[in-house]
């Protein structure tokens, strides 16, 4: 291609980048956060606490939705950033040939029908064909969630992938390819139009929003009838306008945004204690209403990486154990150990193995760091497997040097290299599929030791094993001469597999444990992929497993009734997450490789891995593990579950207060008491118990047992599964007490509204006491300081001149005041025996089949 022609599709098809969405004006983000229904009933709580000149309450009721906002719109910003990473992936430079030339370009003036030049290590730049390949593997893990590196050969090459897909990497062999796309039309391009779109609302968001509708006209005709009362009873009309807005106020639980943030806030800092990094704090609450985990495999729910797990020779089987590529690790054959001169046979295996192969492993270069595989990582896995046995490859290879070579291709499916022996005779070394070693006259011996290894690798395959067959000769003739691939003599078989982490297991079963359905997605094969969910307890061997070309061709099914998902694309993977969105089910993605971008930003959370993560995925999620550790999203779910749990702790506390005092307002002037209390005591009391008290709440410690129960039904009310009835009881007690303290003072001629104000307050903080979630213990002294501070005060709003004269208020005597604080044990008592009769633990509501 020349200079000139380059520019002109340079400028047709434009840069081979991502097209950035454009951004949001923040103005615009702010007015997005303003519209949330709780937001605009505090705004007009302040409008109206300004208007009744309580201006600390109006200070802390805007401070609150300013925090509240900025939070929100650094979040939004945040999760713009997912598009943007995907230019990251895309290598900065790329080898072309133009006018005869090879040269360098910067990778976003690529244009289709360059012919770029690949080696190993290099990044793809663009999707492109395949024209000339020498054993060129590619990585596609993160596009693909496929384990094994794929052979890459020119079109005429009937056996092999022709296609390239860009942020694709080398892993070995050289190559030339004509680019078909570039920039938003590559497999990068077609991703990033899978991340357009904002969150959606979360399910604790979209419950508030419901509550605050219905809060809001609750509060306004509460106000009416209490003004009309006021009025119809011959009270001033200022008088009761003001006690009317001051009801509403009192009434609006304005601290609950800040005990959400408080909530979140912490459990955000007590994840990341357990290396959870969020990125959007409402995803904290979110994973506690999470009853369906989907996860990817390759990376996730496996290490990642190739290992040799299997070995069996006619002599016997073994197994190997370890992890990483480290050569730390053991080689078991009935339990125990063996080493290369204990087992002869294994020793013959894994020298024609590590010998008839190009990889190499990197020791640590940091102390932070682990082992590497250089090249094929299914080729290090095998020199790991040796290393285990107590092979060393650089002694091999001295012993036995390399003098020739038949190299792999997709043809033969096999490889296999010649060595010089000391005694100046030539050793052969043969592996590759078991078909292609096993038959075609490569062989000699008796045909039932080829039957047998036939019928073993059979199986492994069908456990998700990757299966090669290993061969060797002695042959005497010089190099060139004979045909190296015929008469040779098995050694064994190998099996091969991207094992599952430790924690794994254990992850999927506290999930089940707590209602949470496992579900795997992956790009992988269906027998690699059925192999890993029954070792984990996904899938029982019975279920079906359903892959994206059933998808594609519509004979799937419904997908909600399915746990494993294979060969999927990052389309089908957006599909299924939503399919079980819309069956009413609260969805958590865990993924690492680009393909799983869509689907994290999708999902109800998003969960990536921090290490071996790709940026993509890692912008695209909510939660990033930094440990990689799947066991992490355990922790964070019962995080979760004790942020919800306290919100609701706070309501059932603060509308059961609002109640209470609704309750004396109303029914008060019936029982003699024309205006039971002032508009500054009302005010009095709610800056008090819904100020440092309730904020206190969202800091309780989460409720022994609340991972035993399923999660929450995502469309449930925040006042669902009987939080209602318990407000009405608690806030009717407190009425009553106060009610007839109030009676009982105004018969025998005591200062009944200075009464009526100190009760109805301690009341309400003996119910916060009540409310702890672990009774009896130090835990969250936050809320013991924060209710003696309010009670003191309360207190002094009767005992103090100053005060007194700003609230209208009586001084009281000793035994008066006693008998008050008394009456707040009464709050405590009652909630208590609310609580152990009315525990507050999720409700058994429709999960997923398990």
Known sequence: MSEPEAARRLTAHGPNTVVIEQTTPVWRRVLRQLRDPLILVLLAAAVLTLATADFPDAAVILLVIVVNTTVGVVQEVRAEQAVAAL????????????????????????????????????????????????????????????SVPVEKAAGDDPGAGHALSAGTVVVRGRGRARVTGTGVHSALGRIAGLLGGAPGLTPLQRRLARFGRTLAAVIVLLSAVVLALGLARGQPVELMVVAAISLAVAAVPESLPAVITLSLALGARRMADRRGIVRRLPAVETLGSVSVLATDKTGTLTEGRMAAERLWTPAGEATVTGTGYQPAGEVLRGGRPVTAERAPDLSALLTAAMLCNDAGLQPPREADTAWQALGDPTEAALLV???????????????????????????????????????????????????????????????????????????????????????????????????????????????????????????????????????????????????????????????????????????????????????????????????????????????????????????????????????????????????????????????????????????????AGGTAEILVMLLGPFLGMPLPLLPAQILWINLLTHGLPGVALGAEPVDPGVMRHPPRPSEESVLGAGLVPRILVMGTLVAAVTLVIGVWARHTDRPWQSLVFLVLGATQLGVALGSRARPGTTANPFLLVAVAGALALQVAGVLLPPLRHLLGTEALTVPELLLACALSGVGHVAMRMQTRFHPERPPTGPVPAQ
């Not at 790329?94 to 770029?116: F, I, K, L, M």
């Not at 054993?135 to 893990?141: A, I």
Request: proline share 5%; net charge negative; aromatic share 4%.
């Open 87 to 146: 230019s990251a992936m895309s290598a900065p430079t790329a080898r072309v040939v133009r006018e005869g030339r090879e040269r360098s370009v910067p990778a976003a003036e690529v244009v289709p029908g360059d012919v770029v030049l690949l080696a190993e290590g290099d990044i793809v730049p663009a999707d492109a064909d395949v024209l000339a390949a020498v054993r060129l593997m590619v990585d596609e893990s993160a596009l693909t969630g496929e």
């Open 385 to 655: 497997a040796g290393g285990r046995l107590g092979l060393v490859k650089a002694a091999l290879e001295s012993e036995l040097p390399r003098v020739d070579e038949v190299p792999f291709d997709s043809t033969r499916k096999r490889m296999t290299t010649v060595h010089r022996a000391p005694d100046g005779g030539l050793y052969v070394a043969c592996k590759g599929a078991p078909e292609a070693v096993l038959g075609g006259g490569v062989l000699d011996g008796a045909p039932e030791a080829r039957a047998r290894a036939a019928a073993e690798a059979e199986r492994w395959a069908r456990e998700g094993f990757r299966v090669l067959a290993v061969a060797t000769a002695r042959r005497t003739e010089g190099p060139g001469s004979g045909t190296w691939e015929t008469g040779l003599e098995l050694q064994g078989l190998i099996g091969i597999v991207d094992p599952p982490r430790e924690a794994s297991a254990a992850t999927i079963a506290a999930c089940r444990r707590a209602g949470i359905a496992p579900v795997l997605i992956t790009g992988d094969h269906p027998l690699t992929a059925g192999a890993v969910a029954r070792r984990l307890g996904i899938t029982a061997p019975e279920e079906r497993i359903v892959t994206g070309q059933q998808i594609r061709e519509g004979t799937a099914g419904g997908l909600t009734g399915v746990r494993v998902f294979a060969r999927t694309s990052p389309e089908q993977k957006l599909d299924i997450v939503q399919a079980w969105r819309t069956a009413g089910h609260v969805v958590a993605m865990t993924g690492d490789g680009v393909n799983d971008g869509p689907a994290l930003r999708r999902a109800d959370i998003g969960v990536a891995m921090g290490r071996r993560g790709t940026e993509v995925a890692r912008q695209a999620a909510d939660l990033v593990l930094a440990d990689d550790d799947l066991g992490t999203v355990v922790s964070a779910v019962e995080e979760g579950r004790r942020v919800y749990a306290n919100v609701r702790r706070f309501l059932l506390y603060g509308l």
